[in-house]
T-cell receptor, first 115, second 116 residues
Framework: EAQVTQNPRYLITVTGKKLTVTCSQN?????MSWYRQDPGLGLRQIYY???????DKGDVPEGYKVSRKEKRNFPLILESPSPNQTSLYFC??????????????FGPGTRLTVL | AQSVTQLDSHVSVSEGTPVLLRCNYS??????LFWYVQHPNKGLQLLLK??????LVKGINGFEAEFKKSETSFHLTKPSAHMSDAAEYFC??????????????FGRGTSLIVHP
């Protein structure tokens, strides 16, 4: 089944404790991205990747890191989480970088709470 | 620069009545426009998209949207609401760049409530 998977689905952590949220897609998509969703704000892009070893900042990259060592995986790293990073996070992928016309396929989401 | 405005944060309808979710966009270049739906505790799923072909776009589950350049609008409609349509709906605009990268801009979402 074609899908985007994220782990963990739920995570409660404390300020400053490094964490990684994994994202994997099995559709051989070139483009992957991370979003955060906050009430009343919609989704905002954190980072995106156009291909292996090619990543770039989205709208809200502060406090986050990403890597793209393999085409299928795009982990999100919070090196020193803070309470303002409490949010619902989504990973998404699309077939190609194109001109922004491709459909994005979203993972199920990771609900992160930073105490 | 691009932006998108969903004009209603909540829309409430009765089952069997029409649905209208409004979206206006701003873009310096020819945009692609999308509607995604998010059911409770789920990821987002594409409903339909406009990518410079036909201006009236049909999507899944009976939804459709019309791209109106003169009004910079891309409103989502459905003739008859079903209880299973209750969800959050997001309008999204993207504009490609010469480098091949793009940052989608999401609206803040419209919560559709369907009453029996």
């Amino acid at each position: 089944e074609a899908q985007v998977t994220q782990n963990p689905r739920y995570l409660i952590t404390v300020t400053g404790k490094k964490l990684t949220v994994t994202c994997s897609q099995n559709m051989n998509h070139e483009y992957m991205s991370w979003y955060r969703q906050d009430p009343g704000l919609g989704l905002r892009q954190i980072y995106y990747s156009m291909n292996v070893e090619v990543t770039d900042k989205g709208d809200v990259p502060e406090g986050y890191k990403v890597s793209r060592k393999e085409k299928r995986n795009f982990p999100l790293i919070l090196e020193s989480p803070s309470p303002n990073q409490t949010s619902l996070y989504f990973c998404a992928s699309s077939l190609s970088v194109g001109q922004g016309t491709d459909t994005q396929y979203f993972g199920p989401g990771t609900r992160l709470t930073v105490l | 620069a691009q932006s998108v405005t969903q004009l209603d944060s909540h829309v409430s309808v009765s089952e069997g009545t029409p649905v209208l979710l409004r979206c206006n966009y701003s873009s310096s270049y020819s945009p692609s426009l999308f509607w995604y739906v998010q059911h409770p505790n789920k990821g987002l799923q594409l409903l339909l998209k406009y990518t410079s072909a036909a201006t009236l776009v049909k999507g899944i589950n009976g939804f459709e949207a019309e791209f109106k350049k003169s009004e910079t609008s891309f409103h989502l409609t459905k003739p008859s609401a079903h209880m299973s349509d209750a969800a959050e709906y997001f309008c999204v605009v993207t504009v490609g760049s010469s480098g091949g990268s793009y940052i989608p801009t999401f609206g803040r979402g419209t919560s559709l409530i369907v009453h029996p």
